[in-house]
C-alpha cells in the first residue's frame, strides 16, 4: 500500500518547527517512511526480519513472530497512527545529527497495552528528496499542455546553454553538486510553472 505524500499529523504545541510531510509504503511484511521539510530528508525501511528484531526490543504489545496476521495487524497500526487514526498519536524526537525518531502510540482493545513503536529516521542524501517528491510532482503534471511548454521554454538550447549546465558530465563535480543542481532546476521550473499565465478559451 503507498500513500501520497501528506501533512504529518504532529500534536499543535506552539514551537517554531517547519511543517512536515510524510509519504509511507507498506506491504505486507516491510514498510517505508519518507519525512521531509522541503529542505531536508529522512527515511527508514525494514522488512520482516528487521521488524520483528524491533519488536522484541521494544517488547510491544503485538507479537509479529507469531504468524503472518500479527505482522499485518501491527503494520496496520503503525499507518495508521502516521495518517492520523482516532485516538492515535505522534511524537517527533531529534536524536543527533541526521537523525530524527518518530515515536507512534496506537490504542489496543483492552487488557492489551497501546503499541508503542519508534520509528528511526535517518538523513537521505538530496537525490532522495528528487526522486521522492520533486520529480513525482512534474510527472503528474507532465500530460499538461500547460506543462509541455513551459518544460520546452526552459529547457536551453545547445547554442545558449549555460555553461554551467554544459558541464554536468564533469567527473570532477560531486554525487552533491549534482543532486542540488538538479534540485534547483526543478524548483525554476515549478516557480516558472508557477507563474505562467492562463490562456485565455476561445469564445464561439
Not at 558541464?167 to 543542481?181: H, K, M, N, V
Request: charged share 35%; with cysteine; hydrophobic share 30%.
Amino acid at each position: 500500500m503507498t500513500s501520497d505524500w501528506r501533512a504529518l499529523p504532529l500534536p499543535q504545541n506552539g514551537d517554531a518547527r517547519p511543517s512536515l510531510i510524510v509519504k509511507c509504503r507498506f506491504t505486507k511484511s516491510s514498510y517505508v517512511v519518507h519525512l521531509t521539510d522541503l529542505t531536508r530528508i529522512w527515511s527508514e525501511s525494514l522488512d520482516r526480519r528487521e521488524i520483528i528484531r524491533r519488536a522484541l526490543n521494544e517488547d510491544t504489545s503485538i507479537d509479529p513472530s507469531e504468524d503472518s496476521e500479527q505482522l499485518r495487524i501491527l503494520l496496520q497500526k503503525i499507518q495508521g497512527a502516521i495518517n492520523g487514526d482516532e485516538g492515535t498519536t505522534l511524537h517527533l524526537d531529534e536524536r543527533g545529527p541526521g537523525e530524527v525518531r518518530l515515536n507512534v502510540q496506537s490504542p489496543l482493545p483492552e487488557p492489551l497495552k497501546p503499541l508503542r513503536w519508534p520509528i528511526h529516521l535517518s538523513t537521505c542524501s538530496p537525490e532522495v528528496l528528487t526522486n521522492e517528491l520533486l520529480l513525482p510532482v512534474l510527472a503528474e503534471h507532465a500530460d499538461h499542455p500547460a506543462e509541455r511548454e513551459i518544460s520546452q521554454r526552459v529547457a536551453p538550447s545547445p547554442a545558449n546553454e549555460p555553461e554551467s549546465d554544459r558541464l554536468e558530465a564533469s567527473p570532477a563535480e560531486s554525487a552533491q553538486e549534482r543532486a542540488d543542481r538538479k534540485r534547483e532546476e526543478l524548483k525554476r521550473r515549478l516557480e516558472e510553472k508557477s507563474r505562467a499565465p492562463a490562456k485565455k478559451k476561445r469564445r464561439f
